[in-house]
T-cell receptor
Framework: DTAVSQTPKYLVTQMGNDKSIKCEQN?????MYWYKQDSKKFLKIMFS???????INETVPNRFSPKSPDKAHLNLHINSLELGDSAVYFC?????????????FGEGSWLTVV | SQKIEQNSEALNIQEGKTATLTCNYT??????LQWYRQDPGRGPVFLLL?????KEKRKERLKVTFDTTLKQSLFHITASQPADSATYLC???????????FGTGTQLKVEL
């Protein structure tokens, strides 16, 4: 049973396209996140949702729009993809947004923009 | 701005030795610090959390120390094995809300 699952695992697409990455967690957690890991392996938070409500929105271009239809799902839609968007995107969840909660990561979605 | 730095990009040690990884931070006084392990092609996996009032925490062959005066955490793996080879990340909740900021990571390779 995968705790945090995201699809697709690999995505190759052309510049200018719009794409989505889906994420689901079956841990019953209230809080979900999107992290981006660049080519230098630096892992940085993008968004955080708590019970479907956006609570963290880092300095991310407007082309990135998260959507949380329910607290078990957090999808990431990216418009007008650019070469610099190529990275690994990790979905994650934690029991709630209290500091110190363990964060459970998905396996990542490898996005390559050509 | 907050900086979290981890020692050297790669650390190679021999099997059976103790690996020591360093995490240094500036401009912040975190209530706790976390360590994660990341294998190639996988997501990070939580290992240990240490609070500011704890000087040391252990879990099997793992030991973490936290010196809030030096603003440093040390992560030790004793009796290291090739299976311990991975990238190890330290992380702090800088702005609250469990918003983790990760360090640059240290790639550990344990050789036979």
């Amino acid at each position: 049973d995968t705790a945090v699952s995201q699809t697709p695992k690999y995505l190759v697409t052309q510049m200018g396209n719009d794409k989505s990455i889906k994420c689901e967690q079956n841990l019953g957690h209230d809080t979900m996140y999107w992290y981006k890991q660049d080519s230098k392996k630096f892992l940085k938070i993008m968004f955080s949702y708590n019970n479907k409500e956006l609570i963290i929105n880092e300095t991310v271009p407007n082309r990135f729009s998260p959507k949380s239809p329910d607290k078990a799902h957090l999808n990431l839609h990216i418009n007008s993809l650019e070469l610099g968007d190529s990275a690994v995107y990790f979905c994650a969840s934690s029991h709630d947004r209290t500091s110190g909660n363990t964060i459970y990561f998905g396996e990542g979605s490898w996005l390559t923009v050509v | 701005s907050q900086k979290i730095e981890q020692n050297s990009e790669a650390l190679n040690i021999q099997e059976g030795k103790t690996a020591t990884l360093t995490c240094n931070y500036t401009n912040y006084s975190p209530a706790y610090l976390q360590w994660y392990r990341q294998d190639p092609g996988r997501g990070p996996v939580f290992l240990l959390l240490i609070r500011e009032n704890e000087k040391e925490k252990r879990k099997e062959r793992l030991k973490v120390t936290f010196d809030t005066t030096l603003k440093q955490s040390l992560f030790h793996i004793t009796a290291s094995q090739p299976a311990d080879s991975a990238t190890y990340l330290c992380a702090l909740d800088i702005g609250g809300g469990n918003k983790l900021t990760f360090g640059t990571g240290t790639q550990l390779k344990v050789e036979l």
